[in-house]
């Protein structure tokens, strides 16, 4: 077993260390029986879904633990909790409830910092899981980032080397030799000296970033404008712009974001999928074969595979991996007809935002097809799996939903999936949520 695998294993042990822990401040300090644990028990395994090991970042502060993992889950645990035990009528005192707080938020706080600690000295000593980087450019100020690298071994850099077209000894080769260079090795950052590259190289130097899912960062010339939104930060007193500014990034915006995902979802599959379901089977096992939901692979979040799940509205085909739905589909059956057009189809993908491999809103998934034909024909059409997919997008609510017809369909949802990606907040994603309710209710021309 290599070290990847025990590293996977990482992340179930602390859940389930985190869980006996609960349990064991509910028996003693709230004396919950085991006949209404099994909710407690449910709430927390849900919150545990926004963990912030799940994030991108590859080296977590202690202050994001308490603020993430303690503050906000502890807090929303209590509320959940002291909800149950209400609706069951269970009496509690309040000096029990607040010992229960601060006991569980000291706990865990000792117990995630100690882990923190131990884990992070394990990454470092087996050398895996660094951001692998490397300097496009040599002067003084690619000199001064070099041995920033190399002397802040706690930041989780490993630096590889830098390309420059100057003729020096120490150089990994010129800068057109950097792309094949950062794909055969893994290359997660990319800090470009802006005063080494032409207009031309720069224009290539980010399309490439953006099709590649790299990080781009710039070490700026103080007389070269970007019109580009970003983000400004510094390396000991090197100043470093970097491309990748992206919302739904930020540790506090995926907080919100999952917290947000799971109680909609919830809502969705208790409220409604709970009793909708076995009479929308009723009905598709009434007029066909098959089984009742449709499952097909998609591409998600860091271009990893998912499995998307819809209600089945087509008879049994071949064709259904590749081949998307056109009017008067001959494959689509009746009740597929009303359900496509209602876009009931979709509601089982609220298991898929529920478990975490999608959103309820974000760029939607396209088929594999689709997407590998598309990838390498529009720029930046990568940066759409930067995010995880949604239920619904801003593509979709500004009319480019359903059969992609000509190539111009796809470069304005491109266009507006990373308008989306780069200007994400909760009030835009409300937005979204409420005009596709209405344009469900006034139908849509192209749901098909």
Same mark, same amino acid.
């Not at 695998?5 to 859940?15: A, C, D, E, G, N």
């Not at 590859?58 to 202690?62: D, F, G, S, V, Y």
């Not at 000894?169 to 802006?194: A, P, Q």
């Not at 379901?277 to 098959?290: D, K, M, Q």
């Given at each position: 077993m290599?070290?990847?695998?025990?590293?996977?294993?990482?992340?179930?042990?602390?859940?389930?260390?985190?869980?006996?822990?609960?349990?064991?401040?509910?028996?003693?300090?709230?004396a919950?029986?085991?006949?209404?644990?099994?909710?407690?028990?449910?709430? %927390?395994?849900?919150?545990?879904?926004?963990?912030?090991l &799940?994030?991108?970042n590859? *080296?977590?502060?202690?202050i994001?633990?308490?603020?993430?993992?303690?503050?906000?889950r502890?807090?929303?645990?209590?509320?959940?909790?002291?909800?149950?035990?209400?609706?069951?009528?269970?009496?509690?005192?309040?000096?029990?409830?607040?010992?229960?707080?601060?006991?569980?938020?000291?706990?865990?706080?000792?117990?995630?910092?100690?882990?923190?600690?131990?884990?992070?000295? +394990?990454?470092? +000593?087996?050398?895996?899981y660094?951001?692998?980087?490397?300097?496009?450019g040599?002067?003084?100020?690619?000199?001064?980032?070099?041995?920033?690298?190399?002397?802040?071994?706690?930041?989780?850099?490993?630096?590889?080397?830098?390309f *420059?077209?100057?003729?020096?000894?120490? =150089?990994?080769?010129?800068?057109?030799?950097?792309?094949? +260079?950062?794909?055969?090795?893994?290359?997660?950052?990319?800090?470009?000296?802006?005063?080494e590259?032409?207009d031309?190289?720069? *224009?290539?130097?980010?399309?490439?970033?953006?099709?590649?899912?790299k990080?781009?960062?710039?070490?700026?010339?103080?007389?070269?404008?970007?019109?580009?939104?970003?983000?400004?930060?510094?390396?000991?007193?090197?100043?470093?712009?970097?491309?990748?500014?992206?919302?739904l &990034?930020?540790?506090?915006?995926?907080?919100?974001?999952?917290?947000?995902?799971?109680?909609?979802?919830?809502?969705?599959?208790?409220?409604?999928?709970? %009793?909708?379901?076995?009479?929308?089977?009723?009905?598709?096992?009434?007029?066909?074969?098959?089984?009742?939901?449709?499952?097909?692979?998609?591409?998600?979040?860091?271009?990893?595979?998912?499995a998307?799940?819809?209600?089945?509205?087509?008879?049994?085909?071949?064709?259904?991996?590749?081949?998307?739905?056109?009017?008067?589909?001959?494959?689509? *059956?009746?009740?597929?007809?009303?359900?496509?057009?209602?876009?009931i189809?979709?509601?089982?993908?609220?298991?898929?935002?529920?478990?975490?491999? #999608?959103?309820?809103?974000?760029p939607?998934?396209?088929?594999?097809?689709?997407?590998?034909?598309?990838?390498?024909?529009?720029?930046?059409?990568?940066?759409?799996?930067?995010? =995880?997919?949604?239920?619904?997008?801003?593509?979709?609510?500004?009319? +480019?939903?359903?059969?992609?017809? =000509?190539?111009?369909?796809?470069?304005n949802?491109? &266009?507006?999936?990373?308008?989306?990606?780069?200007? %994400?907040? #909760?009030?835009?994603?409300?937005?979204?949520?409420?005009?596709?309710?209405?344009?469900?209710? =006034?139908?849509?021309?192209?749901?098909?």
């Open positions: 290599n070290d990847r695998f025990y590293t996977q294993l990482l992340r179930p042990v602390l859940y389930i260390i985190d869980l006996l822990l609960v349990c064991l401040l509910l028996v003693k300090l709230l919950v029986d085991i006949n209404i644990i099994i909710a407690p028990i449910l709430f %927390w395994t849900i919150l545990s879904l926004f963990s912030p &799940k994030n991108g590859k *080296t977590l502060r202690i994001r633990i308490i603020c993430v993992t303690l503050i906000v502890v807090s929303l645990f209590l509320l959940l909790i002291l909800s149950y035990f209400y609706i069951i009528d269970y009496k509690i005192g309040v000096f029990k409830i607040v010992n229960f707080y601060f006991s569980l938020f000291f706990v865990l706080s000792l117990w995630r910092i100690l882990a923190f600690i131990l884990i992070k000295r +394990y990454l470092r +000593y087996k050398g895996i660094y951001n692998n980087v490397i300097i496009i040599h002067n003084d100020s690619t000199k001064k980032l070099e041995y920033f690298f190399e002397h802040n071994k706690d930041h989780n850099y490993k630096y590889k080397g830098f *420059t077209n100057k003729e020096t000894k120490k =150089k990994l080769g010129n800068i057109s030799e950097s792309f094949n +260079y950062i794909k055969e090795n893994k290359i997660d950052e990319i800090y470009c000296s802006v005063k590259l032409s031309e190289q720069m *224009t290539e130097l980010v399309y490439f970033a953006d099709n590649n899912l990080t781009l960062k710039l070490i700026p010339n103080n007389k070269y404008v970007f019109s580009k939104k970003l983000k400004f930060e510094n390396h000991d007193l090197i100043p470093i712009f970097s491309l990748s500014n992206i919302p &990034k930020d540790n506090l915006n995926i907080i919100i974001k999952r917290t947000f995902d799971i109680a909609f979802s919830l809502l969705v599959i208790i409220g409604f999928l709970s %009793w909708f379901t076995p009479l929308i089977a009723l009905l598709i096992l009434f007029e066909s074969r098959g089984d009742v939901f449709f499952r097909q692979l998609r591409y998600g979040a860091d271009f990893k595979l998912f998307c799940y819809k209600f089945r509205s087509m008879s049994a085909n071949k064709e259904s991996d590749s081949l998307q739905a056109s009017k008067n589909d001959m494959r689509i *059956t009746r009740v597929g007809k009303f359900i496509r057009k209602t876009s189809d979709e509601l089982p993908q609220f298991y898929n935002v529920l478990f975490g491999s #999608m959103s309820v809103v974000g939607r998934p396209l088929l594999l097809s689709h997407t590998n034909d598309y990838k390498n024909k529009i720029n930046k059409f990568m940066v759409r799996h930067t995010v =995880k997919p949604g239920i619904t997008g801003l593509a979709q609510v500004s009319g +480019y939903r359903g059969n992609i017809e =000509k190539d111009s369909d796809m470069h949802r491109v &266009k507006y999936d990373i308008f989306y990606i780069e200007n %994400w907040s #909760m009030f835009l994603d409300l937005k979204i949520i409420i005009k596709t309710v209405l344009n469900v209710i =006034k139908g849509e021309e192209k749901a098909y």
